[in-house]
């Protein structure tokens, strides 16, 4: 009940500056490709065909700027498996707030953020404040790095969930790369993240991990409806090293498609 308030909270918080933005992008994301599941002991290495369902929210307000998305998984090893995850990341622009600007450099703007990361089976609850960089990159729609405490409040072991961790930080960039070759419209875009390392309730290490998510899209929409911006098709490549704080690293290549609100 506890992460399902949670999960509830995070899209609640998410939509309502949505309702007075400046701007605002809904997605609903399929993705389809082999992952390893169950990255720890003997069949640690063992794919599972692995489907993907996103909700993914970005929009600008007054004051700043909102990101969540929740990832509804569904895979079949020894039996069918369901489950969840999800992470928001609200924004407050130093910019905006003082009137002032801001700019320093490739820096066009700072901000305060509370990220909140959250899952289901596993019962994982992370806080992540922190500061946002807003970077001037040429070419790029969007340029953020984030740079974050990662703080622990799970149920643990005791309440029935992954093993409770020790608190560290972690350090995301988000990009968008949109391109044309002819009249075909493209994007490249996807985060890379690294979460250093910490230790579980048991006192064993968790390692610190690299996750990488680029996507290639292709603007199918613009080219068979000329409805551009609306329904994306593509690949997303994933590269995770230490995939959950373990000794397993995972290289796959997921089929996309994205429907854009």
Same mark, same amino acid.
């Given at each position: 009940m506890i992460q399902k308030s949670l999960l509830g909270l995070l899209i609640a918080a998410s939509c309502v500056p949505a309702m007075a933005a400046d701007w605002s992008t809904t997605e609903l994301q399929y993705q389809i490709g082999n992952l390893k599941q169950q990255p720890f002991g003997p069949d640690?290495?063992?794919?599972?065909?692995?489907s993907i369902y996103t909700l993914q929210h970005a929009s600008g307000w007054k004051y700043g700027d909102n990101f969540f998305f929740i990832d509804y998984s569904d895979w079949k090893d020894s039996q069918r498996r369901r489950d969840w995850y999800g992470e928001g990341y609200f924004n407050f622009s130093l910019g905006k707030i003082s009137g002032r600007d801001l700019s320093l450099g490739p820096v066009k703007d700072i901000g305060l953020v509370m990220g909140i990361n959250a899952g289901g089976d596993s019962k994982v609850r992370k806080y992540l404040p922190g500061v946002q960089l807003a970077l001037d990159v040429p070419g790029a729609a969007f340029f953020n790095t984030l740079i974050t405490a990662y703080i622990d409040d799970s149920t643990g072991v005791a309440g029935g969930g992954a093993p409770k961790e020790s608190n560290s930080w972690m350090l995301d960039t988000a990009w968008a790369f949109p391109f044309s070759a002819g009249s075909h419209d493209f994007s490249l875009e996807g985060h890379l993240e690294y979460i250093g390392s910490r230790e579980n309730e048991f006192g064993d290490k968790v390692k610190a991990h690299v996750l990488a998510q680029p996507q290639l899209r292709y603007d199918l929409?613009?080219?068979?409806?000329?409805?551009?911006?609306? %329904?994306? =098709?593509?690949?997303?490549?994933?590269?995770?090293?230490?995939?959950y704080g373990g000794s397993v690293t995972e290289s796959a290549v997921?089929? %996309?498609? =994205?429907?854009?609100f």
């Open positions: 640690a290495d063992d794919k599972s065909t692995t929409g613009k080219t068979l409806f000329n409805d551009p911006r609306r %329904l994306f =098709v593509g690949i997303e490549y994933q590269y995770w090293h230490n995939k997921q089929g %996309l498609a =994205v429907w854009r």
